[in-house]
């Protein structure tokens, strides 16, 4: 299905602010959250490529993604 020129503007409006969000994370964060959701690895693997820790992966995708909830909860997303 074509989008419209209304549904564009919309989508392109969210990824902003998913861009604008991501900004507000540190880099260990960003760089967890795109290898665990873009890259599609595990964590166990995000962790050999980064080396470090399986808890220190978990932790920084655990935080990463409360304040991503927060900042696009204010963002009004």
């Given at each position: 299905k074509d989008l419209?020129?209304?549904e564009i503007?919309?989508?392109?409006?969210?990824n902003k602010i998913?861009?604008?969000?991501?900004?507000?994370?540190?880099?260990?964060?960003?760089q967890v959250i795109w290898l665990f959701y873009v890259e599609?690895?595990?964590i166990g693997d995000i962790a050999h490529k980064l080396n470090i820790s399986y808890r220190t992966?978990?932790?920084?995708?655990?935080?990463?993604l409360k304040r991503l909830k927060k900042e696009i909860e204010?963002?009004?997303?």
């Open positions: 419209g020129p209304l503007l919309l989508i392109s409006d969210e998913l861009k604008d969000s991501l900004s507000v994370l540190g880099p260990r964060q960003r599609e690895m595990s992966v978990v932790n920084s995708k655990t935080k990463a204010r963002e009004g997303l």
